[in-house]
């Protein structure tokens, strides 16, 4: 059996203050929830590791977890955070519908910068059922102008925090793969 | 998020210059990754809240980096930091100063 193959990336969570991407980090960093909520200063880094199998490589792929300020007037600390980054999550809130309007002006944002990256879109708070204020076909639609998957997730319980992450370091570590085999 | 026909307040300035005073300190002192915990500790130390500073806080704010850069990187990086630092405070008084004689 070969060895597995090392793969380093940076990813970034974008998205409005208060969509819950510090809390979405810790669930899936280290399993656990506050509700107390502190806006991030800056920006904070986390590390996982995600084991993936593709084309019949082992791949040990290390994520670099970059979580982004979302509060407005930083647009000097939010665009050098970007820089490097291979993917992003586009966060917004179910509770909140212009957070989700708010999610193409992010995307464009994390572009202009990091290029051409992969996104997937979370929806988060999933969790709080009666107070949504916009449904999956709107995510639907959202998701496909940007051609990103979504998921609906909760911080809070941990619903779908894994298969986002997942889906999110399985379209990275894609795109390295075709980078590697083009080159 | 975009606004861009929003009239500035005085709150938009200093969160202007508390943005790239944060991102010059990172530039100098080994990026982000590195820099950012060093200037959330002086937050904390001072009290201050990033959201909302005053003036004054961005003054102790800058004050305490530029120390920890003298400590970090030593006199020439310090040096440049002051200088790049002073050109913001100067920058701040002045848009505070026009700020307040149009209001």
Known sequence: ?183 | MENESKQVTEKDILLEIEDEIIVKFCELNGGMEFAMPIIRKQYEKFNVDFKRPTKEDLYKIVKALIEVTENLKGDLVAREERRVFKELLNKLERDIKAHQSQS
Request: charged share 25%.
């Open chain 1, 1 to 183: 059996m070969g060895e597995p193959f090392n793969v380093k990336v940076k990813i970034c969570l974008v998205g409005d203050s208060a969509v819950g991407k510090t809390s979405l980090i810790r669930r899936y960093v280290m399993d656990i929830f506050d509700d107390k909520y502190i806006s991030t200063l800056g920006t904070k880094v986390s590390k996982k590791r995600l084991k993936l199998k593709k084309k019949d490589l082992d791949i040990d792929l290390t994520l670099s977890i970059w979580d982004v300020l979302g509060q407005e007037g930083f647009k000097g600390i939010q665009g050098m955070a970007f820089k490097g980054a291979r993917g992003a999550m586009l966060v917004c809130d179910l509770t909140r519908e212009e957070t989700l309007k708010n999610i193409t002006s992010w995307a464009d944002r994390i572009k202009k910068i990091a290029g051409d990256i992969p996104f997937v879109l979370l929806a988060n708070k999933s969790d709080l059922t009666s107070q949504y204020k916009f449904n999956e076909s709107d995510l639907e639609s959202y998701s496909s102008n940007l051609n990103t998957s979504f998921f609906m997730t909760s911080a809070k319980f941990g619903d779908n925090v894994l298969k986002a992450f997942y889906k999110l370091g399985d379209l990275v570590t894609t795109e390295l793969l075709n980078e590697i085999m083009n080159n």
